[in-house]
């Protein structure tokens, strides 16, 4: 496909399992964003990667997320040891150039993964 | 920390009226940009704005960056229920890299 994908849509945990959510960015994006959204309202940064490097994780909220890009292309967000708070939707975005969002760097959101922690 | 404040958080209008949306910081941004999300989707660019006073139109929205690029407003005019979704602003600090959403707007247009 031409767009950014994300798996699964839906994800249904109970609270202390561990999940792990998978983005596919365009292809040939540098850049690629994990953000989270609660209902209604804006999407919150969690982490920045330009190809594997993952060059900002300032928004992670705890120890229990952790994202990775090994090989500058697919990407997992790993949540450890759910909680209900964490849950929320899950977005990607990919974008072609290398930085962090700036204005010449159009992002290309996919669908999201919504994770409810039971 | 979501540092742009939108206003109002909820609106609903009928089809035909006329809206504007705030977004607003006390923090200088490069730039603004306007995205608009449906359920189930991810948000969806609209438009860029990158310098203080600039105004872009697109059909019947109007975008306005404030002078101090400190704010942003957006504007529909004759409003349809198509125009339904949440809409959203987003901006790079002009100290840094990182980017912000605000904390949205979300438009029904009852037709």
């Known amino acids: 496909g031409a767009g950014v994908s994300q798996s699964p849509r839906y994800k249904v945990a109970k609270r202390g399992q561990d999940v792990a959510l998978r983005c596919d960015p365009i292809s040939g994006h540098v850049s690629l964003f994990w953000y989270q959204q609660a209902l209604g309202q804006g999407p919150e940064f969690l982490t920045y990667f330009q190809n594997e490097a993952q060059l900002d994780k300032s928004g992670l909220p705890s120890d229990r997320f952790f994202a990775e890009r090994p090989e500058g292309s697919v990407s997992t967000l790993k949540i450890q040891r759910t909680q209900q708070e964490d849950s929320a939707v899950y977005l990607c975005a990919s974008s072609l150039e290398a930085g962090s969002g700036t204005v010449t760097d159009t992002q290309y959101f996919g669908p999201g993964t919504r994770l409810t922690v039971l | ?111």
Request: aromatic letters at 10%; a negative charge.
């Open chain 2, 1 to 111: 920390t979501q540092l742009l404040e939108q206003s109002p958080q909820f609106l609903s209008i009928q089809e035909g009226e006329n809206l504007t949306v705030y977004c607003n910081s006390s923090s200088v941004f490069s730039s603004l940009q306007w995205y608009r999300q449906e359920p189930g989707e991810g948000p969806v660019l609209l438009v860029t704005v990158v310098t203080g006073g600039e105004v872009k139109k697109l059909k019947r929205l109007t975008f306005q960056f404030g002078d101090a690029r400190k704010d942003s407003s957006l504007h529909i005019t004759a409003a349809q229920p198509g125009d339904t979704g949440l809409y959203l602003c987003a901006g790079e600090l002009i100290t840094g890299n990182q980017f912000y959403f605000g904390t949205g707007t979300s438009l029904t247009v009852i037709p």
